[in-house]
């Protein structure tokens, strides 16, 4: 195991990801807590495809879709007020039908328009986690 990287600004906690309402989720400070806490959660949701978010120290939440070989993210800023965004995936992967994830004990569904790489997907949250805003490498709609 290497060193714990720490994704932190100014010494404040960056990230809480959470997947289950039976829980408080998992406090992420550096990359290994991340890929730990990730590869928990994309074990829960190869049951149950899920929408896990990715809450940080200043209540800005990126949500992510797992278990499915595509994704779609969603942005919520700290103040819970529009604007809020959505990936917007490319064509290849868009076509068809809607995409369901299961999200607190409810299933929501995303337009195939949202649709993007899951490899992509949790590499933007990546950059979510340790820059504080939305990565410039995914496209990003307003909702």
Not at 13 to 30: N, P, S
Not at 104 to 127: I, K, L, M, N, Q
């Amino acid at each position: 195991m290497g060193p714990c990287i720490a994704l932190t600004r100014g010494g404040r906690l960056r990230a809480k990801i959470k997947w289950r309402d039976d829980e408080d989720g998992h406090l992420v400070t550096c990359d290994e807590e991340f890929r730990h806490a990730f590869a928990e959660a994309e074990q829960d949701a190869a049951r149950l495809p899920l929408i896990a978010e990715v809450t940080l120290d200043d209540g800005d939440c990126l949500s992510i879709g797992l278990g499915r070989e595509i994704s779609v993210l969603s942005y919520v800023g700290a103040s819970k007020m529009p604007p809020y965004f959505s990936s917007q995936g490319p064509a290849r992967v868009r076509d068809g039908e809607g995409v369901v994830f299961h999200y607190y004990g409810h299933w929501s569904e995303f337009p195939p328009s949202a649709a993007v790489p899951t490899a992509e997907a949790v590499e933007a949250v990546r950059y979510f986690c340790e820059h504080g805003k939305l990565s410039p490498l995914m496209n990003w709609v307003e909702v």
